[in-house]
């Protein structure tokens, strides 16, 4: 198989991970208990997400196929996969199964896992580290609105 087909593939691959996590966590849709939560005043109308979690889960699957393509086997990548993973498990602690506090337990190590994946990823690929920016600022705001709605939902 050529570089460019494998690299194409592989991209591929990367959508499809990021696709599927978006998948898992579009299933536990908010609801009638999520309106009826006490939320603040800085919660984004709920058209917003589904455009911000586009944005981010494409610039997330460049970053993790840049990492790839640079050393597949780094931990960059390895991290990568486990913050995917917790992305869509805060969707499912906190719309699934209505755990708030559990979520904000999580959503606090998936920024951590964020952090050191662009961290792990800088000596690889500088431009794709940079790139998870974004996802690591909307995951510290998804942060704040979480424990905002926690405080308030005693």
């Not at 708030?100 to 959503?107: D, G, H, K, L, S």
Request: overall charge positive; hydrophobic content about 60%.
């Amino acid at each position: 198989m050529s570089e460019r087909r494998r690299s194409v593939l592989g991209f591929g691959v990367f959508l499809g991970l990021c696709a599927l996590a978006a998948t898992v966590g579009a299933t536990f849709e908010p609801g009638a208990w999520y309106e009826e939560l006490e939320k603040p005043p800085f919660t984004p109308p709920n058209l917003v997400f589904p455009i911000a979690w586009t944005l981010l889960y494409a610039g997330m699957a460049w970053s993790g196929w840049r990492f790839w393509r640079a050393e597949p086997r780094s931990w960059a990548v390895r991290i990568w996969a486990l913050q995917l993973v917790l992305n869509a498990a805060w969707s499912w602690l906190f719309f699934g199964l209505h755990e708030i506090a559990i979520a904000y337990v999580e959503i606090r190590v998936l920024w951590l896992a964020i952090l050191v994946t662009m961290m792990l990823g800088w000596r690889l690929d500088r431009t794709a580290s940079l790139a998870l920016l974004p996802y690591l600022a909307w995951v510290a705001f998804a942060s704040w609105l979480n424990l905002a709605i926690l405080l308030a939902n005693r």
